[in-house]
Nanobody, 118 residues
Framework: QVQLVESGGGTVQPGGSLRLSCAAS????????VGWYRQAPGKERELVAG???????NYADSVKGRFTISRDNAKNTVYLQMNSLKPEDTAVYYC????????????WGQGTQVTVSS
């Protein structure tokens, strides 16, 4: 059973920074696509940033230039560095590991709350 555990959320003022971490219980994050999603109250869950097995990254237009996704294979962890945070970044952030090609499963973490407020 693969478990994803997010951490690093919290409350920060506009313009501040946070780094989210997504740790997996097994060595999977280096071999499947991994994404950070977020869901704000009353809104649909949206992809914020993704990283492929090759290391190729992609970002939502709303976070380009402010957020960076990265991976530490030795620690089996994916990070989301969030800078210049805005109130509209407030949401629950989820880590996803899409292992459907390998195990037939799509794994999600439990989510971590990010609140940007003055």
């Amino acid at each position: 059973q693969v478990q994803l555990v997010e951490s690093g959320g919290g409350t920060v003022q506009p313009g501040g920074s946070l780094r989210l971490s997504c740790a997996a219980s097994v060595s999977i994050l280096s071999i499947v696509p991994v994404g950070w999603y977020r869901q704000a109250p009353g809104k649909e869950r949206e992809l914020v940033a993704g990283i492929e097995r090759t290391g190729t990254t992609n970002y939502a237009d709303s976070v380009k230039g402010r957020f960076t996704i990265s991976r530490d294979n030795a620690k089996n962890t994916v990070y989301l560095q969030m800078n210049s945070l805005k109130p509209e970044d407030t949401a629950v952030y989820y880590c996803n590991a899409d292992s459907r090609s390998f195990t037939g499963h799509n794994y999600w973490g439990q989510g971590t709350q990010v609140t940007v407020s003055s």
